[in-house]
């Protein structure tokens, strides 16, 4: 089974995403260019990646007390990855960018994601680079972000701490000006760090020539103390070597010291550490102290790291989303091969007659198409979301800052929904395995480790839901959820005059007005204690609604489409979403409306 079929229909059927052609970025690209893309992303996945899944399973990166060391696969999938042009395809030309729709982008990456999540396909690198196109100055984007672009360096983010955790506030990392004249670095105010950071994938590898560390550090006041929380956190460029003004290795390491390996349950094939800054292991011209170069203004990292953040957010929800979509291939699969069991007739079953094929069974149909409402589901979101940064770029003023606001809100659910979801579809992909489901015999059980790192990736389920309910549904006085009402009203409006979809559009707009309800409900008090102690099920509930307005329109695309088997099997999906998994809100939203202080008000005791 190809997932190419799905692609193509997702963005150009659904999204028409040939249209963004006429605008004047885009304007050397065709149907033909934007297939190229995906036919060699297509083939590179299947070539370098899938077949060597297993293989950086078992074989986990190993420290030897000089470098790390991954298998030979990861470095030949890393080549052709940056070979490939992605890194730096949404970049402009005279950068060596291709200019290519990030929706396209976004969509190309989905077969690596698909083929093997634990290789990598550059997700931090490209983010990092990003960033400092945003915010870094020239020399900054021109030694660090354009080496990033072309592969020769790789790139990291660098949050959380052992002592932190997600509480950024607390970071203790700290930056001193190095000496007189740092200031004048040609790459940017030169500082010294000391600190520890945790949980930095690809933070230690020999990939590529060089590692770019984007580091949050406070710079201490006139008294040496750290400022308090978030308002005092900064931004510096800590390359694991040094360089130039050109970019060139000068030599010299940087005081960046792989303290240990994490070894987690999945994405077993990608480094994940704890790096140590400036302890003195490799004390640069004389001294210890890891050299880093100021991104921005002094106290504004974390506005700046942001950009990376939520860009790595969108990331990790197309990587669980394709790791469900991966589980639900392979349980298709086995589903059509495997005969077990026979079908009860009026009479029971007859031993004498042949074994089904579980995908007979209604229950295994079940399983099948509760993957399918996810994954699919979760692919249209994504690559909705990909379309709404690329109008957000290229669109007309008010059209990109109603995407730009869209995001805001929809980011939360990018990465949460999926990251719950498509967990939930790996389950299954197991089930339907039966017992081999959980075995190393077949694939399935990996995909679930895999998967299960992503609700906690880039901030965890309970820190999206306060995100969502606590800031970006009142963020402009609301304006970001008047946004996405209007947009689910107009499929709605559509849907309605469909009489196979007519009910689904009802049951939309009821759901739309719970969440609206419960929302004001929600903070009816203005005691944002009790308005975010049940932001988890107010997530899952406006995650759900977020999904069923998404299969709702992608089955208006299908509803005009030709008979076809995947004609059948969207408008399948879409039936088993609305009338499986919608009608699960009204338990969610109950403890948001009531403002629920069972959990919250529990004395520690009582555990």
């Given amino acids: 089974m190809s997932l190419r079929p799905t692609i193509d229909f997702l963005l150009h059927d659904w999204l028409g995403a040939e249209a963004l052609n006429q605008r004047a970025r885009f304007a050397d690209h065709s149907r033909e260019t ?28 190993q420290f030897d007390g000089e470098k790390v060391i991954l298998p030979q696969a990861t470095h030949d999938a890393w080549q052709a990855y940056a070979e490939s042009g992605m890194l730096s395809a949404a970049q402009d030309y005279d950068i060596g960018g291709m200019q290519l729709p990030y929706t396209v982008e976004a969509a190309a990456n989905a077969f690596f994601a698909m083929a093997s999540v634990s290789i990598g396909a550059g997700m931090l690198t490209v983010g990092n680079a990003n960033l400092l196109m945003a915010h870094g100055s020239a020399a900054q984007q021109r030694v660090f972000a354009l080496n990033e672009f072309s592969g020769r360096f790789s790139g990291t983010m660098c949050l959380s701490e052992p002592q932190a955790g997600s509480s950024l506030s607390d970071v203790a990392t700290r930056a001193v000006p190095d000496g007189e004249g740092f200031e004048a670095d040609p790459l940017g105010p030169r500082f010294r760090l000391k600190g520890n950071k945790m949980w930095i994938s690809a933070g230690e590898h020999e990939l590529s020539e060089n590692i770019v560390h984007l580091v949050l550090a406070k710079i201490p006041g006139p008294d040496g103390r750290l400022p308090p929380g978030v308002k005092g956190i900064s931004l510096f460029i800590v390359p694991k070597k040094l360089v130039d003004a050109e970019g060139a290795l000068t030599g010299e390491r940087n005081d960046v010291a792989l303290a240990g390996l994490n070894h987690k349950c999945g994405w ?28 921005g203004q002094p106290g504004e990292g974390l506005r700046c790291m942001f950009h990376m953040m939520n860009e790595a957010r969108i990331g990790v929800g197309m990587a669980a989303t394709m790791l469900g979509m991966a589980g639900y291939h392979a349980s298709l699969d086995y589903a059509k091969n495997r005969p077990q069991g026979r079908p009860v007739g009026p009479e029971g079953k007859d031993p004498n007659r042949p074994q089904s094929r579980i995908i007979e069974h209604a229950d295994v149909k079940r399983m099948l198409l509760a993957q399918k409402s996810y994954c699919e589901g979760a692919l249209a979101l994504e690559l909705y979301c990909a379309r709404l940064v690329d109008e957000q770029h290229t669109g007309a003023p008010e059209a ?98 469909q009489p196979e979809l007519a009910a689904h559009a009802n049951a939309l707009g009821k759901a ?73 809100m009204g338990a969610w939203l109950g403890v948001v409306s009531r403002r629920d202080a069972t959990c919250a008000d529990l004395p520690e005791a009582a555990f």
């Avoid at 934007?34 to 986990?60: G, H, M, S, W």
């Avoid at 995650?543 to 069923?548: D, F, I, K, Q, S």
């Fill in 400 to 497: 990109a800052d109603e995407a730009r606001l869209l995001l805001e809100v929809l980011t939360p659910i990018a990465k949460s929904w999926p990251s719950e979801w498509c967990l939930e579809a790996n389950s299954l992909a197991i089930q339907v395995h039966g017992g081999y489901g959980y075995t190393r015999d077949f694939p399935v059980e990996q995909y679930w480790r895999d998967n299960r790192l992503n609700m906690i990736h880039e901030g965890t389920h309970g820190i999206q839901a306060m995100d969502l309910l606590g800031r970006k549904v009142l963020m402009e006085n609301g304006r970001g959820l008047q946004l996405l009402a209007q947009r689910i009203n107009a499929t709605i409006e559509r849907a309605i005059q």
């Fill in 34 to 61: 934007f297939d190229a893309v995906l036919d060699t992303c297509e083939r590179i996945a299947r070539e370098k990646y899938a077949p060597f899944n297993r293989l950086v399973d078992t074989q986990e990166p």
């Fill in 512 to 584: 739309l007005q719970e969440v609206g309800a419960a929302t004001k409900a929600a903070w009816a008090t203005g005691n944002p204690a009790e308005a975010l102690a049940n932001a988890v099920p107010y997530l899952q509930a406006f995650g759900h609604t977020v999904l069923a307005w998404i299969w709702l329109d992608v089955a208006l695309a299908a509803h005009s489409a030709p008979e076809s088997a995947a004609r059948t099997g969207r408008l399948a999906a879409m039936r088993f979403f609305f009338h499986y998994e919608l009608p699960k």
């Fill in 268 to 295: 077993r094939g990608t480094t994940n550490t704890l790096l140590n800054f400036g302890e003195g292991k490799y004390p640069v011209r004389g001294a210890a102290g890891a050299i880093g170069y100021l991104v």
